[in-house]
């Protein structure tokens, strides 16, 4: 069983429409987890952590926590055409982190 | 604030032929990764520092790839011998420290190694 599997893609969303990403980890004692985007041919990019259960929101992304279900999920609220990337979710064990393989979002004008 | 720089951007060797990458990591950060990415899969962590010793190198193949942060700042990323599947993106990250909210990683632009 992999650590951290993402929803496999691609996902293409209208532009202005809610991208939705999912990310479920298999470590019930993972203590903070991460999204980055990584846009083609470029490094990851830290978007947004979060270490509680519930909602974190930052602009136009919120993410999502539940440990009871082990699950973690970022919402990309009014799509953009340079949101188009690969969100590679993150999670962190004793300081290490475990990344998924990542799911490309395409924003369509 | 300059970010984390590594050498080269690009790499083309033979197999069994040896290459090095060189990374400096943001200044003050105390630790330093080391992640290989290969084409559609997220990155792996190779090795991580905490200043100049290593925390963990539980998923670097010893065989044929080491490591080294000399005074705590820059480090270097050997293989020798290349195989052909260690064609990747090698990436370079650091963090202020390993605690709570200075735990965010900052990647470098990569070292893209083909081995043909």
């Known amino acids: 069983q992999k650590e951290v599997e993402q929803n496999s893609g691609p996902l293409s969303v209208p532009e202005g429409a809610i991208a939705s990403l999912n990310c479920t980890y298999s470590d019930r004692g993972s203590q903070s987890f991460f999204w980055y985007r990584q846009y083609s041919g470029k490094s990851p990019e830290l978007i947004m952590f979060i270490y509680s259960n519930g909602d974190k929101e930052d602009g136009r992304f919120t993410a999502q926590l539940n440990k009871a279900s082990q699950y973690v999920s970022l919402l990309i609220r009014d799509s953009q055409p340079s949101d188009s990337a690969t969100y590679l979710c993150a999670v962190n064990n004793d300081y290490k982190l475990s990344f998924g393989a990542g799911t490309t979002v395409t924003v369509r004008a | 604030e300059a970010g984390v720089a590594q050498s080269p951007r690009y790499k083309i060797i033979e197999k069994r032929q040896s290459v090095a990458f060189w990374c400096n990591p943001i200044?003050?950060?105390?630790?330093l990764y080391w992640y290989q990415q290969i084409l559609g899969q997220g990155p792996k962590l190779l090795i991580q520092f905490q200043n100049n010793g290593v925390v963990d190198d539980s998923q670097l193949p010893k065989d044929r790839f080491s490591a080294e942060r000399l005074k705590g700042v820059d480090s270097t990323l050997k293989i020798q011998p290349a195989k052909l599947e260690d064609s990747a993106v090698y990436l370079c990250a650091s963090s202020l420290e390993v605690s709570g909210s200075s735990y965010e990683q900052y990647f470098g632009p990569g070292t893209r190694l083909t081995v043909t």
């Open positions: 200044s003050g950060h105390a630790t």
